[in-house]
């Protein structure tokens, strides 16, 4: 796959991003935003699919892929076969939650912090088969790691068959223990499945050393691909076990290649998957300009200012502002009569792109923080909150 699009090197990386400049953008962890040389790739691959689709769709794209693959296992640190490419992470929670062979009684235990479409497919799933989908309640603010370790453990029970836990979550934005959690569940004979959605590209992974049976990831939230771009890691002992979501030419393979697995889940009909090819590019382009150092400063500015955002409004952080809990993005919890009509405020009239997220009854403020914001955007975000507290759409 040869890369034709040069590596450009910023000095201000906001000149990196095609963003609106009258925005201040402070939701990117929603669905990110691609650097001009990253979607500049994804042009190219889009460009040469229309030269000659037949010839890439069917004779160079599992090539193409396949390089992908093997750059992203090893940013992963994960064989490169024991993955698959998925439009998002949720499209590969379905794909285990469809294929676990559940039984009634059997339970899934997760948290209730975790994002509303898994919980609505493992509803879902659980209800046709019989089964139970737990979600252990986690007190917040939490205390400690060991104080979040003891309210998941009261989760745990001899119907348990598979844990299911974000490892940063998304309407409270934290980073939660996700190896201990693996470690206990290895001890207990469960399986463990991941929704690292906003992992890739905002804090290291590797997967060969967290173990889980199951991990779905975004490249398009922090690794900065086009929208559409997310993979699903299995341990080799579970691949044969999991149905395609679609069933397509994989299945019953004319010309089946050496694994069942990437012939049931790479291909399942006509797609651009253009996105899939830019992993590579994001990955040179993030090491070319010191990404770690650059998430390192967005991290210090986010633990920064959550503390003072929740002063602003009367409220407290979710956990303690440190790297064992918060990365690049925090949750400000705040009291508002209407969370659609306040986010659409914070961006008609203040010009800021930030979600608002109710989750257990609590609306949250989540601010993400990457290369392009500077502390210009949080000061604008203080005086807009400080503003709606006093024009009572925030108590």
């Known amino acids: 796959m040869e890369n034709q699009s040069e590596n450009i090197l910023y000095n201000d990386l906001k000149e990196a991003f095609l963003l609106r400049k009258d925005i201040s953008f402070l939701n ?15 042009q190219r691959f889009q460009r040469e699919l229309e030269y000659e689709p037949v010839q890439f769709i069917l004779n160079k794209g599992p090539e193409y892929l396949k390089e992908s693959r093997i750059r992203l296992a090893e940013y992963l640190t994960c064989n490169s076969d024991d993955l698959v490419y998925v439009p998002n992470p949720t499209y590969g929670v379905n ?28 509803d879902f799933y659980c209800a046709e088969k019989g089964a139970s989908y737990i979600k252990q309640s986690i007190s ?4 400690s790691k060991e104080a979040f370790l003891d309210d998941f453990r ?30 206990e569940a290895k001890q207990r004979g469960i399986l463990v499945f991941i929704d690292g959605a906003h992992v890739p590209g905002h ?15 975004a490249c398009h939230k922090w690794m900065m691909t086009p929208k559409g771009s997310s993979f699903l890691y299995v341990k080799p002992e579970h691949q044969k076990q999991l149905d395609p979501l679609i069933v397509s030419w994989g299945y019953q393979a004319d010309f089946p290649s050496h694994s069942q697995f990437l012939d049931y889940h790479q291909f399942n009909g006509t797609r651009d ?22 998430a390192e400063d967005c991290r210090i500015l986010v633990q920064k200012w959550l503390p003072k955002l929740c002063d602003v409004v009367g409220s407290e952080p979710l956990a303690p502002v440190n790297d064992e809990f ?10 508002c009569k209407n969370p659609i009509e306040l986010k659409q405020v914070l961006y008609n009239e203040y010009k800021i792109e930030i979600p608002v997220m109710v989750q257990n009854g609590q609306a949250y403020v989540r601010f993400s923080i990457n290369a ?7 000061i604008k975000l203080e005086n807009a909150l400080a503003e709606l507290k006093e024009r009572k759409l925030i108590y």
């Open 372 to 378: 392009f914001n500077s502390e210009k955007d949080l």
């Open 203 to 217: 804090i290291p992974l590797n997967l060969e050393t967290l173990g889980p049976d199951f991990y779905t990831g």
């Open 326 to 335: 918060i990365g690049q993005m925090g949750s400000v919890p705040v009291q």
């Open 140 to 143: 917040l603010p939490i205390k």
């Open 95 to 122: 794909i285990v939650a469809r294929s676990l062979d559940l039984q009634p009684g059997d339970e899934i235990l997760g948290t209730n912090i975790e994002y509303g479409a898994c919980d609505r497919t493992w």
């Open 273 to 294: 998957f253009s996105a899939y090819l830019t992993i590579p590019k994001a990955i040179d382009f993030m090491k070319s300009n010191d990404w770690w150092g650059v």
């Open 28 to 42: 990117f962890g929603s669905f990110g935003a691609c650097p001009k040389p990253i979607f500049d790739e994804y």
């Open 154 to 183: 009261k989760g745990f029970s001899d119907k348990t068959r598979l844990v299911f836990l974000s490892q940063i979550t998304s309407a409270t934005g934290l980073i939660l223990p996700v190896k201990e959690i693996c470690e």
